[in-house]
């Protein structure tokens, strides 16, 4: 269904879906590799829980049932499998879950202390993810899903969060406050090979969760208004043409793109809840 927010907003923006509609929150979704089903966290059931839906928004289905919060979840690559992280232990760790298996995994990361906002490496067969030395102190690792070959890729006194890789495998988006004192957001990519990092946002508001489209020529983002309710952003990978791209009087988050980067999931947060929203970036206004 169409959303009907603020009309004089939205008309300069694009044609925008809302998929879930609940008085739940319902975050952090993203498609299969096919482009025909889509993954997302909802609190419906009184805690954390994953679900599924098709990309109308129907057939909203809960994927694994446990007594604690399962959290975050996102696609493999290329085979129908997800990785999210979970309470179950007491401490978040990540797992996997195969629809095809219905075989549930650990993965047995080598590291004490929770674990969260994990993302498949393109191989599928490495993921990167946080890892929480204290609340002011987030560090980006990558592991293997049997838990070896595990690698420290940003390591320092802050919060560096929402690791997500190119499409490529040889670059690291995040974003961090470690050169504004603490104060603002900015995205950075972390190179791979050349173990070097690249500052790619430079403003006095926060600029956060930034996901790499499927083709990895643009990037889209979260930026707030001094004031105003956050927006989804987009810039190339260098982080030029920065241009905002949702106009509403909700604040919108968590960009994913879909397979062949014609639609954008976002989480809008509507009438006091988290909803699920496809902006359509082939249908401009």
């Known amino acids: ?49 994953i679900y599924s839906m098709d990309i109308n928004g129907n057939s909203q289905t809960r994927v694994v049932s446990s007594n604690a919060n399962d959290r975050r979840p996102s696609w493999h690559p290329y085979e129908n499998k997800i990785v999210f992280e979970s309470d179950r232990s007491g401490v978040n760790h990540i797992y996997t879950y195969d629809f095809d298996t219905r075989e549930l995994q650990k993965v047995p990361i080598p590291l004490n202390g929770n674990k969260s906002h994990a993302y498949f490496a393109p191989n599928g067969k490495e993921i990167v993810f946080n890892y929480k030395v204290s609340d002011q102190n987030f560090n ?45 957001d900015e995205i950075y990519v972390f190179n791979i090979y050349a173990r070097k990092e690249n500052r790619l946002t430079n403003s006095p508001l926060h600029q956060t969760y930034a996901s790499y489209s499927n083709g990895g020529t643009q990037i889209a983002y979260v930026a707030s208004m001094e004031n105003a309710p956050t927006e989804i952003y987009m810039m190339t990978k260098e982080g030029k043409s920065q241009r905002r791209i949702t106009f509403n009087s909700h604040p919108d988050t968590l960009p994913n793109w879909s397979p062949q980067d014609f639609n954008l999931l976002v989480t809008r947060t509507i009438n006091g809840h988290d909803q699920i929203i496809k902006i359509l970036l082939k249908e401009e206004l």
Not at 30 to 45: A, D, L, P, V, W
Request: hydrophobic share 30%.
């Open 1 to 49: 269904m169409l959303f009907s927010g603020s009309s004089f907003l939205q008309a300069q923006g694009f044609k925008e879906e809302q998929l879930t509609n609940s008085a739940y929150d319902n975050r952090y979704a993203s498609y299969n590799h096919e482009g025909k089903q889509i993954i997302f966290e909802s609190n419906r059931s009184g805690r954390w829980q």
């Open 140 to 184: 980006i690792h990558k592991v293997g899903l049997n838990g070896k070959r595990l690698r420290t890729y940003v390591n320092n006194a802050y919060q560096n969060m929402y690791p997500r890789y190119s499409p490529m495998g040889d670059a690291i988006l995040y974003f961090s406050r470690k050169h504004t004192k603490r104060e603002a």
